[in-house]
């Protein structure tokens, strides 16, 4: 298999991707999942009741980030949008903002961002270093209200929605990396896109929940086998 320019390719990843620089996954034994109870961190209802608890999650996952780099695979898309120029999109769940740092442009994070915040109030935005993280919840500097990180919750619309859709139905090549095909609409994406017409490939450590959609799978970690299938797609 071999891409062409002209191949439209659109790529989803997931926390698999990140794992390898040293950022934990939600679903992996040791995930996020296991210490934390999404309806208590991951949810508008919960910073409703505990903001101090929701910032606290929150406040790890930035201290854990600061210290992860981009690592192979990260770099290796990067690669694949140099190679196909706009024809390459990126769709990621991930809010760790490391496909930005290894240099890839065009990238929806369809889950937001632990890099931003924004007031609940007058949804003035502040960019996560602007923010004093000392206090157990950061308030907004116009109006007082809270801040919350700009992150898409459980219960909540993703970001991007109509774009993904025009993109998943254009799709030549749909690849997923790194997602266990369990939370929806992501999980939805590859039925789409292969319905409109597109080959699916994944990449994933373990066979995710929508494997019966990939026509294509590889089995392993993405830093490892992501960066020698795309040599040999784009040679
Ligand atoms: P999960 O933790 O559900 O799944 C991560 C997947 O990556 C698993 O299938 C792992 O087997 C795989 N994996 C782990 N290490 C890998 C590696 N080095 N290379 C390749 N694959 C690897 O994470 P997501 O699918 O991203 O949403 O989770 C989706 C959403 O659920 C997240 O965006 C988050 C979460 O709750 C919200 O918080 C709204």
Not at 7 to 25: M, N, P, Y
Not at 121 to 141: G, T
Not at 172 to 183: A, E, K, M, R
Request: one cysteine or more; proline letters at 5%; charged letters at 25%.
């Amino acid at each position: 298999m071999r891409f062409s320019k002209s191949d439209r390719i659109v790529v989803l990843t997931g926390a698999g991707i990140s794992a390898e620089s040293g950022l934990k996954t939600f679903r992996d034994s040791d995930g996020l999942w296991e210490n934390y109870r999404v309806e208590d961190v991951a949810t508008p209802q919960a910073f409703h009741r505990n903001p101090e608890l929701v910032w606290e999650f929150y406040k790890q996952r930035y201290e854990q980030l600061k210290t992860a780099k981009p690592n192979p695979a990260h770099f290796t898309l990067k690669k694949l949008e140099d190679f196909a120029q706009t024809n390459f999109s990126l769709i990621t769940q991930n809010v760790d903002g490391l496909h930005f740092q290894a240099g890839n442009n065009n990238v929806l994070e369809m889950h937001g961002s632990i890099l931003r915040c924004f007031c609940v109030k007058c949804r003035n935005n502040y960019p996560i270093s602007d923010v004093d993280l000392e206090k157990p919840i950061p308030f907004c500097e116009k109006c007082k209200g809270m801040l919350r990180p700009d992150v898409v919750w459980f219960g909540e619309i993703p970001y991007h929605l109509e774009k993904i859709n025009i993109l998943l139905q254009k799709a030549d090549y749909f690849i997923i990396i790194g997602t266990s095909g369990v939370v929806y609409p992501a999980a939805g994406f590859l039925q789409t896109a292969k319905y409109y017409g597109a080959m699916t490939i994944g990449i994933n450590r373990e066979k995710p929940a929508n494997y019966y959609l990939i026509d294509k799978f590889y089995l392993g970690k993405a830093g490892e086998v992501l960066p020698k299938l795309v040599d040999e797609w784009i040679e």
